[in-house]
């Protein structure tokens, strides 16, 4: 990352955050008027896993941290809402909170070790811990093993009915705008500064007296709870939890989302989420094979635009301001 | 307990290990000399394994089918390098990471398109398929032998390749201080071609042995990359020496708590309970052993860098 980038994050500005909210709020109905209500599914799985690759962008993109675990706390987060339904507690107003906790805890005992190494060897120590995660839900027979938790229904949100599919598409899309404003609002403020220069230089940081260990805990923590959420939608998104949610490909999807998105942009794991997910849903619908497009699509990333898709987005705006 | 069990898995766990140590052994150097992170490494392997399949279909010949594998897949790793890779030694770990996962998925469909879905059987010799008499009372399959034979000689050569020759002081002088090795007239350019088609031929190497083993499919090479990361950031990364270790360590834990785990904890436990938990005790245990290094020796057991 070049010294030039401020570390003030405006993304798309009032105005053009207020347009994409609208016309992501207008979009089932157009989506009904035209006779395709199963891609309001697709939609509310974008959101969901831009909330996810927004979270682990927070600490990868901004914080320097590369998280190779980041799974294992949306499938935490999961797990959450099943087995509290599975207890016969569905409100969501209970089990998500429960599930951001969950999530958040697991964050604190893992970055509290994991943070005392550094680069590769972080990469590889929170993977041994998503890991140990993933193996223990296969274990636990309780909750389905291998096979998984079905959810008997959705998590009930006071007055609304969330099986339907538009409520809960609206009920995740004010949520993943809640968490897009919170994130801005974090990277903006003293705390945002502090953690986005400790990723340029940890030793300066440290030597002008910032207490580098606990800033870089508590953004991996706060990753780790919205992480959760995450994982509690999903868990009501799919109707079944799964230990594949915590399994490292998992981990490594959403790296790549936030990696072809732009690490270190605002939007960048919303716009990974969305590019990713979408072009499964495309190329899949094209061609058998459609794996082998995916991989020359981001081949091509990696060597024509190396600050992924947001970077492209502000190279041609700069050439046209240039 | 059982010490023929115990015999036998700790052979079986000193056979995967060795494996292990031809995949990390390639990782462990490229990752150590150009600090590229290659997450394609585990589809050399599986390109390996295809090979040694499909050539043992064609001509019945195991020897030509471990040879073709080797010869085949260090050929497309040098290509590899010389087309692709080396333009991504300047850029960050992200790319890196984002290059060699599009190389999984575009060698993943790849195979599935010249192979098809089905897994491809390799069959053992049928001179090696017999068991061997060890000791009174141990039996051991004469491949498994064969592996093991094979996995310390290999280990061996690498050895002496990287402590006895001048392409091996290259090595290490490359992997301890790149800047100071070029300045001292190092090649880095030719030795890291070099490096990873013969990394690719090791990778080719333990495919062609295993397949026999495991089944050849597609997605074979993800779960054991990982494994290798593991073994290289527990022996440190770029520590020939570490990877031995650090192998032989991750395939004698694994293999011997697989087995030996459940019984332990039937002793312990109700029987539900303990075959329920055993597995999963025994997947979790390599990555108790990878954090609990990290967490005392934060550079891996034998770091290379000073």
Redesign the interface.
Known sequence: MSSSVSLHHKGLGRWGSLALLLALAALPFVLTALGWEFYTGVATRVLIFAIAATSLNLILGFGGM?SFGHAAFVGLGAYTVGILMDAGVSSAWIAWPAAMLASAAAAALIGA?SL???G??FI??T???A??FY??M????AYG?DDGLPLPQRSALLGLDLKNDQSFYFTVLLLAALVMAGVQRLLNSPFGWLLQGIKENETRMAAVGTRVFALQWQAFVLAGAIAGLAGALLANLNGLVTPHLMH??QS?QL??MV??GG?GALWGGALGAAALLLLEELLSGYTL?W??A??????A???FA?QGLSGLVRRSKAVRHG | MDWILVAEQALNGLQFGLMLFLLAAGLTLV?GIMDM?NLAHGSLYMVGAYLAAATALATGSFVLAVAAAVIGTALLGMLLELA?LR??YQ?D???Q???T??????S???V??IWGEQPLMLNTPAALSGPVELLPGLMYPAYRLLIIGVGLAVALLLFLLVTRTRIGMWVRAGASNRAMATAMGVNIKRLFTLVFGFGAALCALAGALLGPLLAVQVGMG?SIL?LA??VI?IGG?GSIRGALVGALLVGLVDTLSRTLLPAVMRQLASPEVAS??G???A??LI??L??AV??WK???LFPARG
């Open positions: 590369v070790i005392r190494t550094r590769v060897y590889m120590i993977l041994a811990f890991q140990m193996y223990l296969v274990s636990l027979k093993g490292w490909s490594g790296m790549i990696i072809i690490a094979h794996q082998m995916l991989g020359l699509l981001l081949l990333v990696v060597l190396p | 990752f992170i692709l333009r991504l850029r770990h992200l790319s990471v984002l290059a996962f599009a190389l999984i998925l575009i993943n469909e790849g599935r398109m993800e990982i990361f593991v950031v990364i329920n938990l597995p999963a005790l997947s979790i990555y108790v990878m954090a990290l967490f934060p550079q891996g």
